[in-house]
């Protein structure tokens, strides 16, 4: 099944503790994206990536850092997570960066104490 | 945690009626819109798209309505399901390279 995969769904950590919220596609798309997305702001893009080694900030990229070393994966690290950062993550993927729509994974709820 | 759908402007529609969510849309250049519904809990889904060289395309039970002149974009859903009631975003594409910027969602209830 074609999809995109976030792990974890659930992740309550503590202010400065380093996490990585993983992101993985199944369907050799170039582009990755993520967003968060938060109550009457909608989805705001943090960081995306063209292709293998190629990422580039959003409107959002402040406190997070991405790497795409395959493909298929593309991870989202926040080095230093503070309670501003608590929201529900999205990563999607798509074959081009933006000629077709995207797929989304299920989201990831992080909640920074 | 609270939930996304908060804030958001709400349509309210009975079972079987016919629902319409609107979107205005900033970029004059913008040359693809896409409509996506998401349910709680989950990740956004593509329901239809829409190209700027079109002003109408329908998909089973949803239709797109695209009007460039005002920079407005419509989702029409018929004969609305309880299965439907989620919020619906539209996103659009400025250009060749640019990226989907997405519209800040409509909540759709839909009563039995």
């Known amino acids: 099944e074609a999809q995109v995969t976030q792990n974890p769904r659930y992740l309550i950590t503590v202010t400065g503790k380093k996490l990585t919220v993983t992101c993985s596609q199944n369907m050799n798309h170039e582009y990755m994206s993520w967003y968060r997305q938060d109550p009457g702001l909608g989805l705001r893009q943090i960081y995306y990536s063209m292709n293998v080694e190629v990422t580039d900030k959003g409107d959002v990229p402040e406190g997070y850092k991405v790497s795409r070393k395959e493909k298929r994966n593309f991870p989202l690290i926040l080095e230093s997570p503070s309670p501003n950062q608590t929201s529900l993550y999205f990563c999607?993927?798509?074959?081009?960066?933006?000629?077709?729509?995207?797929?989304f994974g299920s989201g990831t709820r992080l909640t920074v104490v | 945690g609270e939930s996304v759908g908060l804030h958001l402007p709400t349509l309210s529609v009975q079972e079987g009626d016919n629902s319409i969510i609107n979107c205005a849309y900033s970029n004059s250049a913008s040359d693809y819109f896409i409509w996506y519904k998401q349910e709680s809990g989950k990740g956004p889904q593509f329901i239809i798209d829409i190209r700027s060289n079109m002003d109408k395309r329908q998909g089973q039970r949803v239709t797109v309505l695209l009007n460039k002149t005002v920079k407005h974009l419509s989702l029409q859903i018929a004969a609305t399901q309880p299965g439907d009631s989620a919020v619906y975003f539209c996103a659009e594409k400025g250009g060749r390279y640019s990226t989907l910027t997405f519209g800040k969602g409509t909540m759709l209830l839909v009563s039995p």
């Open positions: 999607a993927s798509s074959p081009t960066r933006g000629t077709y729509g995207y797929t």
